[in-house]
Every structure is written in structure tokens, then in C-alpha cells.
């Protein structure tokens, strides 16, 4: 098979993802943006597993660029804790996110106040 | 052009396609519904590529939970059904860096890799992979562990708004 195809996906996917996290106001399509971004580097992963394998098949198995780790799978293996630690932080996102709506009604990026103002956020809280 | 080509080909295409639509689809439901499509082929692209399990996760955690997730929080911020005309920002700059980033990857990838021919890989079944992750990689294994856990109380603590009251409170 020809590798270069899913390289080519992933990159497009990764260009698509950064497209959408800097497009949308919608904090929780900026989140399905970021999972884009994150199943092209892992479908990186799992790709650079076959063909990267299969460039490692002259080099001796002691010497540093083939350690013993670099058995069959292991790309997959990576894949894999991706996939953990993308469920992770979409947990937590969404529980930043509704807080934020419970605290103000509304879940647009650009209005975020990155500046501490005690006086409203005591009232909003109140209200 | 073999049979995986043309399977790598289509998978690829729906996989961007539907990215695309994610991306630029003007109703907030409908967006993750695109999400499902895009994320379903790409489990697609793992199965040509060998990595069986990779796959089933893929559909079980993705598929079946994260979107699911996402859906939920659409609902719950009282997203409107029909198309939202303010969801975004001005394209030009957006597009020029995604564009810049995803086509100069891609003519990075392609002059690397080229239109050269691999071989098949063995599939990593469920099997080689569980004997990959409890030998060479159980340390990471039990430190993600660790990392599931608090991220799961942090999300906890984070939707309870008591418990951050009352700990601001005995702070003062």
C-alpha cells in the first residue's frame, strides 16, 4: 500500500482542525475542531507504524535507532493513549464549558473575560 | 493502485470531506453528526492499515462517548435547531493559517514518503497489543491511569459549584 495517502489525510485533517479552532465562536465547536486535530496525529501514529517499520528492517536491533520498544504495534500503542487523553480533556472542556454558561448564560469565545472583575462575577454568580 | 489504494483513497475522501462540513456547517447539531462521519472513516483507514483494535476504540471511544459528550453540551447550552447565523469569526485569516498549515504538511508528507510501496503490516490484534502495552509501556499505562482519574474528579469539582464556593469562602 501506498502510505503516503493516509500522511496526506492526516495533514489535511490537521489543516482543517486548526481552520476550525480559530473560525468558530462556539466553544463547543472550537472542542469538535480540537478532536479533528487530534485524529490526525493519531492517524500519524498508526500510519508511521507501518511504514516506518518496515524502513527499520535493516538496522541492527541493538543500535539506538531501533530500541527494544519499537516492536510491531507499537504506534497503535500510542494511538491509544491519544485516545485516553483526548476523552480526558473533552471531560473536562465541557465542564469549563457548561460552568461557564451556568455562570453566564452563554458559551461565545470572543466575549470571555480574561481580566479578573470581582464586583460582576459575584453579582452574575448572585443572579 | 491496489485494493487498500482505492480503500485508503475513499476513507481518506469522506474523512476530509466530512471534516470540511464539520468545520464550516452553519447548524451546531449537525456539525457533530458530521463529526461521527469524519471520525467513523478514519476507524476505517485504522482497519487498512492493520491497527484492529485502534479501530474498535476508535468507534467505541469516539463514536460512542466523546461525540455523544458533545452532543450532550450542544443541548445544554440551549443551542438553537436552526442554522446560527453568528457562529463565526471572519474566514481570511482562519483560512490562511489552516490552509498554510494543512497543504504545507501535506506537500511535506508527500515529497518524504512519495509514491512508494509498502508492504502489508501483520494486524496488530488485540493479542500483540496487550502484550505490547503490559511490557513496554506499563509505566505509561499506570500514569495515564492517574491522568483519567483526576481529570475525572477535576470535571467533578468543576460542574459542582458548592465545592469551589464553600473552599473561596474558608480561603478568605
Known amino acids: 500500500m501506498h502510505v ?15 481552520y476550525g479552532v480559530l473560525r468558530r465562536r462556539n466553544a463547543v ?40 520498544a519499537a516492536a510491531p504495534g507499537t504506534g497503535g500503542v500510542l494511538a491509544l493513549f491519544v485516545i485516553v487523553l483526548a476523552a480526558a480533556e473533552v471531560g473536562v472542556g465541557l465542564a469549563i464549558i457548561l460552568q461557564y454558561y451556568r455562570m453566564r448564560k452563554a458559551v461565545v469565545v470572543d466575549d470571555v473575560r480574561l481580566d479578573r472583575d470581582e464586583d460582576t462575577d459575584e453579582e452574575r454568580v448572585a443572579g | ?34 463529526l461521527v462521519v469524519s471520525l467513523g472513516a478514519i476507524a476505517g483507514l485504522y482497519l487498512v ?16 462517548a466523546v461525540v455523544v459528550l458533545l452532543l450532550f453540551a450542544v443541548m445544554l447550552t440551549r443551542a438553537p ?20 498549515i494543512g497543504i504545507g504538511l501535506a506537500v511535506l508528507f508527500a515529497d518524504a514518503f512519495r509514491w512508494v510501496r509498502h508492504p502489508y503490516p501483520e494486524p496488530a490484534t488485540a493479542e500483540r497489543v496487550g502484550e505490547q502495552i503490559f511490557g513496554a509501556w506499563v509505566l505509561p499505562f499506570e500514569v495515564i491511569s492517574i491522568l483519567l482519574l483526576s481529570a475525572l474528579v477535576g470535571a467533578i469539582v468543576l460542574s459542582r459549584p458548592d465545592i469551589g464556593a464553600r473552599a473561596a469562602t474558608e480561603g478568605d
Not at chain 2, 479501530?55 to 463514536?63: H, K, M, P, R, S
Request: proline letters at 5%; aromatic letters at 4%; zero cysteines.
Open chain 1, 4 to 18: 503516503v495517502i493516509p500522511y496526506v489525510v492526516a495533514a489535511l485533517l490537521f489543516g482543517l482542525g486548526v
Open chain 1, 29 to 68: 465547536l472550537v472542542l469538535m475542531a480540537v478532536e479533528l486535530m487530534l485524529n490526525a496525529v493519531n492517524l500519524i501514529l498508526v500510519t508511521a507504524d507501518v511504514s516506518l517499520r518496515s524502513a527499520l528492517t535493516g538496522v541492527a536491533v541493538e543500535s539506538w535507532a531501533r530500541p527494544a
Open chain 2, 1 to 34: 493502485m491496489t485494493v487498500a489504494d482505492v480503500l485508503l483513497l475513499a476513507l481518506g475522501a469522506v474523512a476530509v470531506g466530512s471534516g470540511a462540513l464539520v468545520v464550516t456547517s452553519s447548524h451546531l447539531v449537525r456539525s457533530g453528526l458530521y
Open chain 2, 49 to 64: 492499515l492493520g491497527a484492529e483494535l485502534v479501530a474498535w476504540v476508535q468507534i467505541l471511544v469516539y463514536v460512542g
Open chain 2, 81 to 100: 435547531i436552526g442554522p446560527s447565523p453568528d457562529l463565526d469569526r471572519p474566514a481570511l485569516p482562519a483560512a490562511l493559517i489552516g490552509g498554510g
